[in-house]
């Protein structure tokens, strides 16, 4: 799992507490996650889509999640066989599977098509941004 830290992110985090607020940083982080789920759906293979539309988001307390509910998408992301990314792929290749028609195939493995990771890298520095632009919205409702 790929990780964003925001420095000075808890040292705010303890001032919003002293107010009784987390709502600023979960409306960044809300504005965020939603980038990057739509930017992984955007890299995301599609063959029949259901593996897009599983793309899903959520932020709990100052975390945010991004993934895709399949069984499948760590095997589209990472790869397998003898392609799987690090090398953690299956070595007794090749093998044999019977897809859903009943036909057969013979398959050393598949090679990695990452979405989720490129999604999140290509948008760090505007998560960042739009935790900062959550954290000021709610400053500036204060000020009001």
């Not at 003898?82 to 598949?110: C, E, I, M, R």
Request: with cysteine.
């Amino acid at each position: 799992m790929a990780e964003v830290y925001v420095e000075g992110l808890d040292k705010l985090l303890r001032k919003l507490d002293e107010l009784g607020q987390h709502d600023a940083v979960q409306h960044g982080l809300e504005t965020a996650a939603i980038r990057v789920e739509t930017a992984a759906k955007e890299k995301c293979p599609v063959d029949d889509g259901l593996l897009r539309a599983n793309i899903t988001h959520r932020v709990m307390f100052n975390i945010a999640v991004i993934g895709a509910n399949t069984e499948y998408a760590p095997y589209v992301e990472l790869g397998t066989g003898l392609f799987a990314v690090n090398g953690d792929g299956k070595k007794d290749v090749p093998w044999v599977y019977q897809d859903a028609k009943g036909d057969w195939h013979t398959t050393s493995g598949q090679h990695p098509q990452p979405f989720l990771y490129p999604a999140l890298t290509e948008n760090t520095n505007k998560i960042a941004d739009d935790v900062k632009a959550g954290i000021l919205q709610y400053i500036k409702g204060l000020v009001k």
